[in-house]
């Protein structure tokens, strides 16, 4: 024991763990005493002591002392939890538990434990999401420990049912799943509560710009949330999607002229219209004479005179043309708005304000403050990418291709989608699946010969001397073998008689 504890200690000062203050690490230790540590026992050492790190952090951050906390828990017997349940159940309590919540949380884990403890008898191994799942109905319908054991068991069997066999095709089955629903797709576009100018592209165009990964999408639309403090501050939200939606002087003007006479255009800006749209007059001002610096425009009051720049010999036509063209650059100078970003909607759904945007810009929209980045999220796959990573992509792609089919009232299982997903996301950025992306890239010369542009597929392989091993499906079924899948993909072979 004395040099398990020095082997564990120096691997807490080279990994940089650090343990609670007055816990004993003779606790966890006492159950690997008498069994031999390989380095597979020792790796599964060492993540139950990351996890009481992760779990300190936690519980402090609800005020709750950490050993009081794990003594609690040893004499209920019950395991220190893994974080990630102990982090999902502490969602559902506020940051001070009272007594009364206190031993809510410990029955909780209670149950969590017991969970734990049958799957470790029978030698099962469930998703988090299962876990979590037996220990909802067991609280919803107050199971008895032998009830628990039966639905455990029942679970078992219809997760094993559920699983795929080795050998099965589901490379082709997702793709009938979520192609055959594509062929009852409308190509419509949805308009927001009846406002014509931001809409967003449904259906089956929709479908096509997910699984072909495209830059630049149709109709890019964010949906911004705010933080809990801000969530129902109506001030608050409209103060920032002014400041996020794009406004032009047009925007805020009472009066617009093009004066022939003096050949100048004069344009006077409105106190309400500003004030409506929480803009600040002074920055108004500094961004027209930046902008017009050439021109050196006159300000008076809310009165701005523009004259184009007089250049001798000019004829009055050209003069004129100039004037016009100024009248427009003025009417469309952007005095505030986020890059990328036009028209911005508020709407309050479910008790909270929301801003759906025409236009994303992710990364400066998530960086203002009082945004929630959590949930804060855009219709583009490829920014996504950029911004959050790859993993944040291929969840993307799972949720924007679900509501797609779900919209249209279209029901596929969720894993045919994931399937698709992971192969578009699988080499660390996002492809598209066609003759660009995925088909195109195939090793295999037939099966990249057999989707598109065949003749320049055979005629290439045939320069580099290409060789193809048969592998895959479609190139045994081009030349009449069975193909490695299903029974295709055993090979029996019989011993010889000595």
Same mark, same amino acid.
Not at 135 to 151: F, N, Q, V, Y
Not at 222 to 247: C, H, P, Q
Not at 259 to 267: D, R, S
Not at 429 to 435: A, H, L, Q
């Given at each position: 024991m004395d040099d398990l504890i020095k082997r564990v200690e120096k691997e $807490?000062?080279?990994?940089?763990?650090?343990? =609670?203050? /007055?816990?004993?690490?003779?606790n966890v230790l006492v159950d690997y005493d008498? &069994?031999?540590? !390989?380095?597979?026992?020792f790796d599964e050492i060492i993540a139950k002591f990351k996890n009481i790190n992760l779990v300190n952090d936690l519980v402090t951050s609800y005020n709750i002392d950490f050993i009081e906390f794990s003594q609690d828990l040893e004499m209920e017997n019950i395991d220190i939890p893994e974080y990630y349940y102990l982090n999902n159940i502490l969602g559902n309590y506020s940051p001070d538990l009272n007594?009364?919540?206190? +031993?809510?949380?410990?029955?909780?884990l209670e149950i969590i434990d017991k969970i734990f403890k049958i799957l470790a008898d029978k030698d099962i191994t469930f998703p988090k999401g299962y876990v979590e799942d037996l220990a909802d109905a067991s609280i919803r319908r107050d199971l008895t420990d032998e009830e628990l054991e039966k639905l455990v068991d029942k679970l078992k069997t219809a997760y094993d049912r559920a699983r795929v066999e080795a050998g099965e095709a589901v490379g082709t089955v997702a793709a009938q799943s979520v192609g055959e =629903? /594509? !062929?009852q797709m409308t190509m419509r576009t949805f308009h927001y509560a009846g406002v014509t100018e931001l809409n967003v592209t449904l259906g089956l165009p929709r479908l096509i710009e997910i699984v072909d990964a495209r830059k630049d999408i149709a109709t890019p639309t964010m949906d911004i949330y705010f933080e809990d403090d801000k969530r129902n501050d109506e001030e608050f939200v409209k103060t920032l999607a002014n400041k996020i939606g794009k406004s032009t002087i047009n925007d805020?003007?009472?009066? $617009?002229?093009?004066?022939?006479?003096?050949?100048?255009?004069?344009a006077t800006l409105s106190d309400k219209k500003i004030s409506e749209r929480r803009l600040i007059k002074e920055n108004i001002i500094q961004k027209i004479e930046a902008d $017009?610096? *050439?021109? *050196?425009p006159e300000i008076n009051g809310n009165l701005i005179v523009v004259k184009p720049k007089q250049k001798e010999g000019k004829e009055t036509q050209h003069i004129i043309r100039e004037l016009r063209l100024l009248a427009d650059k003025v009417r469309d100078l952007q005095v505030s708005g986020v890059k990328k970003i036009g028209k911005v909607i508020i709407r309050?759904?479910?008790e909270e304000w929301v801003i759906h945007t025409e236009g994303s810009n992710l990364k400066e929209i998530l960086s203002i403050e009082g945004i929630d980045s959590k949930r804060t999220t855009t219709n583009s &796959?490829? +920014?996504?990418?950029?911004?959050?990573?790859?993993?944040?992509?291929?969840?993307? &792609?799972?949720?924007?291709?679900?509501? !797609?089919?779900? +919209?249209? /009232?279209?029901?596929?299982?969720?894993?045919?989608?994931?399937?698709?997903?992971d192969i578009m996301t699988s080499e660390g950025e996002v492809k598209s699946i066609g003759r660009h992306g995925i088909s195109g890239e195939k090793s295999s010369v037939l099966a990249r010969a057999a989707f598109e542009e065949t003749g320049k597929h055979l005629l290439n392989a045939s320069i580099r001397g290409e060789v193809d091993d048969l592998t895959g499906i479609i190139e045994n079924i081009i030349i009449g073998q069975p193909i490695p899948l299903g029974t295709g993909s055993i090979g029996v072979k019989m011993a010889k008689n000595e």
């Amino acid at each position: 024991m004395d040099d398990l504890i020095k082997r564990v200690e120096k691997e $807490f000062e080279e990994r940089n763990i650090c343990i =609670p203050e /007055g816990f004993d690490v003779k606790n966890v230790l006492v159950d690997y005493d008498s &069994i031999d540590i !390989t380095d597979e026992v020792f790796d599964e050492i060492i993540a139950k002591f990351k996890n009481i790190n992760l779990v300190n952090d936690l519980v402090t951050s609800y005020n709750i002392d950490f050993i009081e906390f794990s003594q609690d828990l040893e004499m209920e017997n019950i395991d220190i939890p893994e974080y990630y349940y102990l982090n999902n159940i502490l969602g559902n309590y506020s940051p001070d538990l009272n007594k009364e919540e206190y +031993e809510d949380l410990i029955s909780d884990l209670e149950i969590i434990d017991k969970i734990f403890k049958i799957l470790a008898d029978k030698d099962i191994t469930f998703p988090k999401g299962y876990v979590e799942d037996l220990a909802d109905a067991s609280i919803r319908r107050d199971l008895t420990d032998e009830e628990l054991e039966k639905l455990v068991d029942k679970l078992k069997t219809a997760y094993d049912r559920a699983r795929v066999e080795a050998g099965e095709a589901v490379g082709t089955v997702a793709a009938q799943s979520v192609g055959e =629903p /594509g !062929t009852q797709m409308t190509m419509r576009t949805f308009h927001y509560a009846g406002v014509t100018e931001l809409n967003v592209t449904l259906g089956l165009p929709r479908l096509i710009e997910i699984v072909d990964a495209r830059k630049d999408i149709a109709t890019p639309t964010m949906d911004i949330y705010f933080e809990d403090d801000k969530r129902n501050d109506e001030e608050f939200v409209k103060t920032l999607a002014n400041k996020i939606g794009k406004s032009t002087i047009n925007d805020i003007l009472e009066d $617009f002229n093009l004066n022939y006479a003096e050949m100048q255009v004069e344009a006077t800006l409105s106190d309400k219209k500003i004030s409506e749209r929480r803009l600040i007059k002074e920055n108004i001002i500094q961004k027209i004479e930046a902008d $017009f610096k *050439k021109e *050196k425009p006159e300000i008076n009051g809310n009165l701005i005179v523009v004259k184009p720049k007089q250049k001798e010999g000019k004829e009055t036509q050209h003069i004129i043309r100039e004037l016009r063209l100024l009248a427009d650059k003025v009417r469309d100078l952007q005095v505030s708005g986020v890059k990328k970003i036009g028209k911005v909607i508020i709407r309050k759904d479910d008790e909270e304000w929301v801003i759906h945007t025409e236009g994303s810009n992710l990364k400066e929209i998530l960086s203002i403050e009082g945004i929630d980045s959590k949930r804060t999220t855009t219709n583009s &796959i490829r +920014e996504i990418e950029d911004v959050l990573g790859i993993e944040a992509a291929r969840q993307s &792609i799972i949720n924007e291709a679900n509501n !797609t089919l779900s +919209e249209q /009232g279209l029901t596929v299982d969720v894993r045919h989608i994931m399937l698709v997903a992971d192969i578009m996301t699988s080499e660390g950025e996002v492809k598209s699946i066609g003759r660009h992306g995925i088909s195109g890239e195939k090793s295999s010369v037939l099966a990249r010969a057999a989707f598109e542009e065949t003749g320049k597929h055979l005629l290439n392989a045939s320069i580099r001397g290409e060789v193809d091993d048969l592998t895959g499906i479609i190139e045994n079924i081009i030349i009449g073998q069975p193909i490695p899948l299903g029974t295709g993909s055993i090979g029996v072979k019989m011993a010889k008689n000595e």
